[in-house]
């Protein structure tokens, strides 16, 4: 009779005492068994960014990863991330490193509460933020980035109102950008935007008088006014390659990677306390 106990599962903890070597050697076998892909959003830690085969923004990271041969997307990112790449990708199996990597502003809005607001408004046209739930994207007309949102936005006739979820910086921009008072928007945001102040802008800019000042449409409109340019992530870093002073309103992690991909340049993050908790839960073991 065969006595012998199967060896339990390493834990997190197991895998916390490992080198850093060790872990790369590990993640790339793993990988390769498989036949995975790791998806690094910008906003992810140095160390995860390095063991990315593609990095990007969320809907850019799920779009490239539909277009490979890959069995096992692995997104390291937050919830509605790996569900975008899910919506793209359904035949392909979609794992997070931590399911406690949520978004604030995703769960201002369910899908419940939406439909009243729908209710509400049985006219409007609902535009949402790609920064949303499945739940709540299938309760919408149109999805948009931040990249693309007040395009979208001018797609719809002047005379239709629209409700904006869940964001409501991008929405109050989207409206200052159009000109529109038709737009109703939710009352979410990005604490990592929201929370940057002017006050940090005006001390960056001060120290750094050569540098442009970048700002994310998901910061509040006082920073998007004093901005020389706003525009989405992927913007960003389109930019840091083409300049070379930049001051980025954004999360910590896109400066660290501008600045890991152009350490001559000058690349400031504007607030050294944009960092968001939940993207950095994400950690190589």
Not at 65 to 72: G, V
Not at 150 to 164: A, D, L
Not at 246 to 267: C, N, Q, S
Request: glycine share 6%.
């Amino acid at each position: 009779m065969n006595t012998s106990k199967t060896k339990p599962l390493p834990t997190p903890l197991d895998y916390s005492a490992l080198s850093r070597e060790e872990l790369l050697e590990r993640i790339r076998g793993r990988k390769e068994e498989l036949n995975a892909v790791v998806l690094g959003h910008n906003y992810q830690r140095l160390e995860i960014q390095d063991v990315s085969d593609y990095l990007g923004d969320s809907l850019g990271l799920s779009q490239e990863a539909a277009e490979t041969d890959a069995d096992i997307i692995v997104f390291c990112g937050v919830h509605f991330m790996a569900e975008t790449a899910k919506i793209l990708s359904p035949e392909k199996k979609v794992l997070m490193p931590d399911l406690r990597a949520g978004c604030p502003m995703a769960d201002f809005v369910t899908g419940e509460a939406l439909r009243k607001l729908k209710a509400q408004y049985p006219e409007a046209v609902v535009v949402t933020y790609v920064n949303s739930t499945a739940e709540v994207k299938a309760e919408s007309d149109l999805c948009c980035t931040s990249a693309n949102a007040v395009q979208v936005v001018e797609t719809i006739p002047e005379n239709q109102p629209i409700i904006f979820v869940p964001d409501r910086n991008l929405a109050q921009y989207v409206i200052d950008q159009t000109g529109r008072n038709n737009i109703i928007p939710w009352d979410g945001y990005c604490y990592v935007h929201d929370d940057m102040v002017l006050e940090e802008l005006e001390k960056a800019r001060n120290d750094h008088p050569e540098a442009l000042v970048v700002v994310h449409p998901e910061a509040r409109q006082d920073l998007l006014d004093r901005a020389d340019v706003v525009t989405s992530t992927s913007g960003m870093v389109r930019m840091a390659g083409e300049h070379d002073a930049l001051i980025f309103g954004t999360e910590k992690g896109l400066v660290d990677r501008v600045k890991e991909e152009y350490p001559e340049k000058t690349l400031i993050a504007l607030s050294g306390a944009a960092v968001c908790g939940n993207m950095k839960l994400n950690t190589l073991p």
